[in-house]
């Protein structure tokens, strides 16, 4: 199947600080890809993957599951270690939980992470009859484009595919097990209106992580998809002033990072 428009992954060849971005579930590149431009735009090495069975049609992504997802940010990021000298990893929603295992599980090789509105558990009656309703239903309504600012549209699917959602409850809940792994500085901004994840999540990941370098931000202008909403801006200087404060000795003066 083509990809939709907009939902194309991104590359950027930077100088030796690199950043890892992580869209969310249904979601795409697209979602991203202001965010990763900024990035680039410092001088950042970025990689943006498009994540299995995103960005072309809700069927394709009934057959994937979150080890599918999993394995391709574990190897864009295995791909960015062995080009730069430290590297950075940030999620939107359930790529912020992506975020969250891939810091749990490579420790030192991830530098830093910044989690936007992260998931943490399917909410609601519906996440306990998934394991039964997903054999009878193939899908539901969409939760794409939560955005508060007028004409803002996320490149998403409009149906949610259920044994996709299966597969999302059990991932959240091998990544909330994982949190006590998680120990890098962490940056993590979250909504106080968002129809999508609510702020519990964010107050559950903060505290069960071992991170003592921690810095929280409300967003209070935005919904879910907040990296296209009207803090977009906040997230990327917020995003670009942590690898900075983390890597100075990378990161030139004028806003770049060196090359090499």
């Known amino acids: 199947m083509p990809v939709l428009p907009g939902a194309e992954p991104y590359r950027h060849e930077g100088g030796k600080v690199g950043v890892l971005l992580c869209h969310g579930f249904t979601g795409s590149p697209q979602s991203m890809r202001p965010w990763a431009e900024y990035l680039a735009g410092r001088g950042l090495t970025v990689s943006l993957p498009l994540l299995p069975g995103h960005g ?9 599951t979150w080890q599918d997802w999993y394995a391709e ?12 000298e430290r590297v950075f990893v940030m999620g939107l929603s359930m790529g912020g939980a992506l975020t969250l295992r891939l810091a749990a599980r490579h420790g030192e ?4 992470i910044v989690l936007v509105n992260p998931g943490n558990k399917v909410h609601g009656l519906a996440a306990k009859a ?8 193939p899908s539901t309504k969409g939760i ?17 595919p259920l044994h996709a959602a299966h597969s999302l409850r059990r991932f959240f809940q091998v990544v909330d097990a994982e949190l006590p792994q998680v120990t890098q500085p962490v940056l993590l901004l979250h909504s106080p209106q968002d129809h999508v994840v609510p702020p519990a999540d964010s107050a559950r990941v903060l505290s069960r992580i071992s991170s003592t370098d921690v810095t929280e931000v409300l967003l209070e202008q935005s919904y879910h998809v907040a990296t296209l909403d009207y803090d977009a801006e906040r997230i990327f200087e917020e995003s670009w002033a942590f690898v900075a404060r983390l890597a100075p ?4 003066e004028k806003g770049s990072a060196s090359g090499g």
């Open 249 to 252: 000795d990378l990161v030139g």
């Open 109 to 112: 090789e991830v530098a830093g």
């Open 130 to 137: 998934l394991p039964v309703v997903r054999h009878l239903v």
């Open 144 to 160: 794409a484009s939560d955005i508060a600012k007028p004409g803002g549209a996320e490149v998403g699917y409009e149906r949610v």
């Open 56 to 64: 072309t049609r809700w069927q394709d992504m009934q057959v994937t």
């Open 73 to 84: 940010v574990d190897q864009a990021l295995r791909e960015l270690s062995a080009r730069c």
